[in-house]
């Protein structure tokens, strides 16, 4: 219903007449479907980007639909970009010649960046790994061969991370078919379930496909069934392209088993493997926690740098072009030789400046902690962010045998039973076993754990032995205070616990998937600390690399946060013979 007409005076009453208005006729050409000028154009119908585009006038069933729900109206703006706006109308100006031209619609804009988008077969593998992988692939169309919704609905049943993935990727499919005016032999639209960022379509395969592999691929394996729809996908494609004398269409094969890629390139199809659920392409571009100075630091910054003394902490305001490559919490050192030693660590950056704050020396005795002192620059560091409260986060990288459990106790039992900082100690790891399984493990969930906590039960007894003055008994009293204030904890429980005023230790962080990690690090409540340690080099999950661990992904997702704070360890401090296994073998 049009609303009445606006009152001629201000503050008047509408007589009782202007609610009686009936609609006009629509002044549109029907015709030619083209607003004329002076008409006026309801924003209820799809138009394009720019003016002068051609105006289709909406469905029945559209305009029923949107009047009964009273939503507010998506308006495509110039830039791409939609909001909300609701239905109001406006005029149209008669475009002008030079205005008139065909308007580019929003998905031609963004696939503007790739001429000619690829057309993406996922395998099922792919799907039960990531289950929003569907909207990572940008402005490329996804294809779905009929066999993997099989596979899926297989893998469906348990409560298993495979089976939750294989629902949660069936429910996702549920809803894009589900969106209200999709065709779904014309491709679904990825984006009309909120996800903008994905412009491609989803195909499935709606009709039988007629393609002979080779005779030597067993031909109802499931795998040579989606290499099938790949060489058919290629070859239709290939016939299109000598047709319409287009660029022919790439049609690649995206698959997390090597065997499958393997295959895939001896038949002469293009594969590739899921790389979005890496967090880094190369282990080594791991973020590392401290930077080197140059040698001619002190000379650039001779007449810039700001110093002054606060308590035992001295700060220098810095500037130069270093500021750039510098973080919050990152430790930075000047090692050059018949000069002073520098090691800080960065506290602010604003702007073209950074400010250092210097260490707290823990090499030296009177700063020991627990009894224990560091021996190595990176070890200081660490030490560092172990005992900073203003720290709730810290990740420790390193091989084996550079002291990353013993400082991670060291500093818990002080700040636990010295500084009544946190309340008890709560350890965990990733039950990921090196060799076969040892079957089952009777007792509570502590007993249970207790085979998998060798390194808390070594480093315990390297922490109880610092005091010596204590006799026996003493010791013997320690070691129970010691044990009351530490909990051994499972992983598979932690699901919806909140953990306040706790000092949480996660080691062998490199063996836990993101997912895990993010499940870990969420149960910290007010209070809380939590510290992840882990060798990248002994990864025993499978199916997880340097690149995808949940380590790294912690590593690279809270760096620069101004209350995490990690290091990576260099040195091995546990013997000669443990620094040169970890080198030669």
């Known amino acids: 219903m049009p609303l009445p007409s606006p009152p001629t005076k201000r503050a008047a009453l509408l007589a009782p007449q202007a609610f009686d208005v009936q609609p006009k006729a629509s002044g549109r050409d029907t015709k030619k479907g083209r607003a004329q000028k002076g008409d006026v154009l309801s924003l209820d119908a799809p138009y394009g980007d720019a003016l002068g585009a051609d105006v289709q006038a909406p469905s029945s069933d559209t305009a029923e639909l949107r009047a009964a729900s009273g939503a507010r109206l998506p308006i495509r703006t110039g830039l791409g970009v939609k909001r909300e706006s609701p239905a109001v109308t406006t005029t149209v100006p008669k475009p002008t010649p030079a205005a008139n031209k065909p308007a580019r619609s929003v998905r031609s804009r963004r696939t503007e960046r790739t001429a000619n988008p690829k057309l993406f077969v996922l395998d099922t593998n792919v799907l039960l790994h990531d289950p929003m992988c569907l909207f990572r692939f940008e402005e490329h169309d996804i294809y779905l061969p009929m066999i993997v919704l099989e596979e899926l609905d297989g893998h469906k049943k348990g409560m298993t991370e495979v089976a939750r993935n294989a629902r949660q990727t069936s429910r996702t499919l549920d809803a894009l078919a589900a969106v209200h005016g999709e065709d779904i032999t014309s491709g679904l639209a990825l984006g009309k379930t909120g996800h903008t960022e994905a412009a491609g379509k989803l195909f499935f395969q709606t009709q039988a496909l007629d393609v002979s592999l080779p005779m030597s691929l067993p031909q109802g394996k499931a795998d040579n069934q989606i290499l099938a729809v790949v060489e058919a996908l290629r070859q239709h494609h290939?016939?299109?392209?000598?047709?319409?004398?287009?660029?022919?269409?790439?049609?690649?094969?995206?698959?997390?088993?090597?065997?499958?890629?393997?295959?895939?390139?001896?038949?002469g199809l293009p594969t590739e493997d899921y790389q979005n659920d890496k967090a880094l392409e190369d282990g080594d571009l791991l973020y590392s926690g401290s930077l080197a100075l140059p040698t001619d630091f002190w000379t650039r910054q001779s007449k810039t740098v700001e110093s002054w003394q606060s308590g035992s902490h001295t700060f220098y305001r810095i500037t130069g072009p270093i500021v750039s490559s510098l973080l919050i919490n990152q430790f930075v050192y000047f090692e050059a030789p018949g000069e002073p030693s520098l090691y800080a660590r960065?506290?602010?950056?604003?702007?073209?400046?950074?400010?250092?704050?210097?260490?707290?020396?823990?090499?030296?005795?009177?700063?020991?902690?627990?009894?224990?002192?560091?021996?190595?620059?990176?070890?200081?560091?660490?030490?560092?962010?172990?005992?900073?409260?203003?720290?709730?986060?810290?990740?420790?990288?390193?091989?084996?045998?550079?002291?990353?459990?013993?400082?991670?106790?060291?500093?818990?039992?002080?700040q636990v039973l010295d500084d009544r900082r946190y309340t008890e100690i709560i350890m965990t790891r990733a039950t990921v076993s090196v060799g076969e399984d040892i079957g089952f493990l009777p007792g509570s969930e502590e007993e249970k754990m207790g085979p998998w906590m060798g390194a808390l039960d070594d480093n315990l007894e390297v922490l109880a032995k610092t005091d010596t003055s204590a006799g026996e008994w003493g010791r013997a009293a320690t070691n129970d205070l010691i044990r009351s204030r530490i909990k051994i904890k499972s992983m598979n429980f932690m699901r919806g616990r909140t953990f306040l005023n706790k000092y949480v230790i996660i080691d062998e962080a490199q063996n836990l998937t993101p997912k895990q990690m993010k499940t870990l690090v969420t149960r910290a409540g007010p209070g809380t600390k939590i510290i992840c340690m882990g060798n990248l080099a002994q990864i025993d999950t499978p199916y997880l690399t340097e690149g995808s661990s949940g380590l790294t992904f912690a590593v690279d997702k809270f760096k620069g946060w101004p209350h995490s704070g990690h290091i990576t360890l260099a040195r091995g401090e546990r013997s000669r013979l443990a620094d040169f296994a970890s080198e030669v073998l």
Do not use: C
């Open 238 to 267: 290939a016939k299109l392209s000598r047709e319409t004398a287009a660029p022919q269409r790439d049609v690649v094969l995206v698959s997390k088993d090597i065997n499958m890629r393997v295959k895939a390139r001896a038949l």
């Open 346 to 414: 960065i506290t602010e950056i604003r702007g073209k400046t950074a400010v250092l704050k210097t260490l707290r020396d823990f090499t030296h005795l009177k700063n020991a902690v627990w009894g224990v002192t560091t021996r190595n620059r990176e070890q200081n560091f660490a030490m560092n962010l172990l005992m900073d409260p203003e720290i709730d986060f810290v990740t420790l990288a390193g091989t084996a045998g550079t002291g990353k459990t013993l400082m991670a106790l060291a500093a818990g039992l002080t």
